[in-house]
């Protein structure tokens, strides 16, 4: 009997120590892919002179003002505007830019179904069908970057896609960092395609002018 006892309470201890030791592989591997992430964060691509469209994924300080200002340069024929909430309209998001809203009215499309990146990309999409978009810079956040990256590229398989991250000048908190690192691995298993839609974002743009 005594020696049952210890033969169990031997293989409680190998469960405990494989337990263990899985735990210490997975946060290991977890550290790992957040440094990589961190280092898809920071990285910075060299944009075309020019392409059929941009997109900016609104919701966070200079995105709006860095796409007006692509759009102005000359950068690409056509814009949309992500996720607009309120009654925001163009002269008023000229204006933060520092531009004149007048040349930029047939060029913009304001969305404003989407209140998530999947509804994000989901509005895109819908505007590069309807005007035959093959090439898009995309404005968002640095940080969130890549996860906007990846639900752009399940929505567009064909579409060339060219990050141009914003940054606010100030150190994003490692709170933060960590849990877009945690909706960046769920977006590229491809996990949000079976989360219920929350947008209809076709029904919500709507061409400036």
Do not use: C
């Amino acid at each position: 009997m005594r020696a049952r006892s210890i033969l169990g309470a031997s293989a409680l201890q190998r469960v405990f120590a494989l337990a263990g030791l899985a735990a210490i592989v997975a946060l290991v591997a977890w550290l790992a892919g957040f440094v990589w992430f961190l280092h898809l964060v920071g990285e910075t691509v060299e944009i075309p002179a020019h392409t059929d469209g941009i997109v900016a994924f609104t919701g966070g300080p200079d995105r709006v003002e860095t796409a007006l200002r692509l759009l102005d340069e000359g950068r690409a024929d056509q814009l949309l505007l992500s996720g607009i909430g309120g009654g925001a309209e163009l002269p008023e998001l000229a204006h933060l830019a520092g531009l004149r809203a007048t040349p930029l009215y047939a060029r913009v499309t304001i969305g404003r179904g989407a209140t998530t990146t999947r509804g994000n990309a989901a509005e895109t999409a819908a505007w590069v069908r309807a005007d035959s978009i093959r090439s898009l810079l995309v404005v968002t956040a640095s940080y969130h970057m890549p996860r906007a990256m990846s639900e752009l590229s399940h929505a567009l398989s064909s579409v060339r896609l060219y990050p141009v991250p914003v940054s606010t000048g100030r150190a994003t908190p490692l709170r933060l960092l960590a849990e877009e690192y945690v909706k960046y691995l769920i977006s590229i298993s491809g996990l949000t395609g079976f989360l219920p839609a929350r947008e209809v974002p076709s029904l919500h743009m709507a061409q400036v002018g």
